[in-house]
């Protein structure tokens, strides 16, 4: 289970048939998962990509260098996840630079929107 959120639930729902024959579809499913506030200050900060951390605390450069080198061909998909993670970093070192801190009960809850 990923940070602040629990295990995907499927809700189906199924109604008998109706007298119109045209309307096949009489049940529905959806899967959905709940977010846990753990936050003090209700606080919640929605980002993606920040579990792909592949060079931990490491500077901007660095990680632009690992990533030029790791990849032949930046691909449209990788540079989305690049620029995601980036505005994660430049998210968290804006909040870190104003005093807040992740951390449970205290800080800012992280909700991760690509898990």
Known sequence: MYNNV????RFEV????DQDNSNNRN???KEVRFYLKKSGIG????????????VPDASYNDYINWILNYYAV?????RAEVSAYLNYR??????????????EGDGYDLFDRSV
């Open 6 to 9: 629990t295990p995907v639930y």
């Open 14 to 17: 199924e109604l008998p048939n």
């Open 27 to 29: 049940a529905t499913s």
């Open 43 to 54: 606080t919640i900060v929605s980002v993606s990509n920040s579990m792909k951390v592949p």
């Open 74 to 78: 930046l691909t449209p998909q990788v």
């Open 90 to 103: 430049a998210l968290i070192g804006g909040l870190e630079f104003v005093g807040l801190i992740k951390q």
